[in-house]
């Protein structure tokens, strides 16, 4: 049973595969570190074909649910997790945004940055997959592929 399960998923992945590389958008996300078939297919899915539908990143942000939201009240300010959102998408692009730790090292130095100033693995990831969604979005938007000095120009500077 295990094996006729396994060649299921391998035939499934294959036609997953197959499917989304006739994507229009499939090069350009792709492109994106730590966004492979699966991965790509399945934020791809979640945020829809429309190319107008968001009408900035801002918008994409909120709806994968990466954009914080501050509350204030006098002198307290709290920056909290958005709980209205798409679940699948929000989980995909935590999933993403680790697999980018490691895929670019743009990704990696802000996340470290983060790390050193005091937010947590959690709020760190949040914040990387915030940035990747508006990078997702200026590429979708101009129909360009990733390009690693671009997404991260501060990065690049400090290494050069």
């Given at each position: 049973m295990i094996t006729t399960l396994n060649l299921q998923l391998i035939q499934l992945t294959e036609q997953l595969e197959h499917h989304f590389e006739i994507h229009p958008?499939?090069?350009?996300?792709r492109s994106l570190p730590g966004l492979g078939v699966v991965l790509g297919a399945r934020v791809v899915a979640e945020f829809g074909d429309d190319p107008t539908r968001y009408a900035n990143p801002k918008a994409r942000k909120n709806y994968a649910g990466t954009a914080p939201i501050t509350?204030?009240?006098?002198?307290?300010?709290v920056v909290v997790a958005r709980l209205a959102r798409n679940r699948r998408l929000a989980d995909a692009c935590y999933l993403w945004a680790f697999s980018a730790l490691t895929a670019s090292p743009g990704?990696?130095?802000y996340y470290d940055r983060l790390r050193a100033a005091g937010t947590t693995h959690q709020q760190a990831l949040r914040?990387?997959?915030?940035?990747?969604v508006g990078v997702l979005h200026g590429c979708l938007r101009h129909r360009t592929t990733?390009?690693?000095?671009?997404?991260?120009?501060?990065?690049?500077?400090?290494?050069?």
């Open positions: 958008d499939a090069e350009i996300v509350r204030a009240s006098g002198k307290r300010q990704a990696r130095a914040a990387l997959a915030n940035r990747l990733y390009n690693e000095l671009q997404a991260w120009p501060a990065t690049t500077q400090h290494a050069a």
